[in-house]
Structure formats: C-alpha cells, structure tokens
C-alpha cells in the first residue's frame, strides 16, 4: 500500500551496494571533473576557439547579411521556442558573392553576422558553428565506462 522508502530506508539502501559500487561512482565523478577542468582550460574541445582567433589575426573576417530564413517547428507542434531556423546570409570577398546557410535552435537568426575563414573564402564559419562538436557527448561516455571498468575490476557483477 504504502510503497514509499523513509530517508533512514534509502540510506540503508544505497550502503547496501558494496564499496566497488561507490569506488567506481567515484572513479565516475573525478574522471567528470578532469573533464570539465580540461575543457575550461583549453585542452580539450578548444578547436573551434582557437580556429576562430587564427581568423581574427589573420583579418580573415566578413560581414554576412541575413538574405532569407525559414523554420521547421520540431514536437511538440506549436511551440515557437522549439523550432530550427536556417538562415541564409550573403557574404563577398575580393568581389565574389557566396552564400552561407547557418541553423539555429530556438532564435531567429541575427540581421548581419561576422563569419570567419581560415584559408578559403569558400568555407567560412560563424561564431555559431564553433561550439558545435558531436564528440562533446563523450564527456559523458567517458566516466560511465571507467565506472563501469572499476566496478568490474573490483568483482562488481550486476
């Protein structure tokens, strides 16, 4: 009837597990904090930042204007603040005319925006595009699986 736990109960609980358990959540959590520390630092994940000052010393620094822009509302429909927008801003350097199409989540792209190029004109990127990585979701991976590697090497079996 009553299916509720007690806070004594809960504790009683989570002391049940045994110290490979609470071994590898530490492991988890100073492993998370390394991360986190590399990441503020620079050392990992930087790429982006350091490509986007390269351009900035080098004057490699055009100014896109928003051309056109449309949305496409992800679930729930309706809801405004959960909507992709594409913007597509038009950029020239030395003459020539490109496109750039930019996606954005929840905001409607800026009127104007500064875009950036390394060596090419033709691959330009804006502040927007550089914090996009895929490979971030390994910060989460990571201290799962030495988790899971302590909790195991220390006889854990679940």
């Known amino acids: 009837m009553n299916d509720r736990m007690t806070i004594s109960e809960a504790i009683e609980a989570l002391a049940s597990y045994g110290p490979a358990v609470w071994l590898g959540v530490l492991a988890a959590v100073v492993t998370f904090i390394i991360e986190i520390i590399l990441c503020t630092k620079g050392i990992l994940f930087a790429e982006g930042e350091k490509k986007l000052k390269r351009a900035r010393k080098a004057g490699h620094v055009v100014l896109g204007t ?27 350097v030395d ?56 909790m195991t090497a220390l006889g854990f079996r679940p």
């Open 66 to 92: 928003l051309k056109k822009y449309r949305y496409k509302n992800r679930e729930p429909e309706g809801k405004t603040a959960n909507r992709l927008y594409i913007g597509i801003y038009e950029y020239t």
């Open 95 to 150: 003459g020539v005319t490109r496109t750039k199409h930019l996606v954005l989540s929840g905001m409607k792209p800026p009127r104007t925006l500064y875009l950036y190029y390394t060596y090419t004109p033709k691959h330009v990127f804006s502040e927007y595009d550089v914090g996009k990585n895929p490979l971030k979701v390994l910060i989460y991976i990571i201290p799962v699986l030495v988790a899971f590697v302590v």
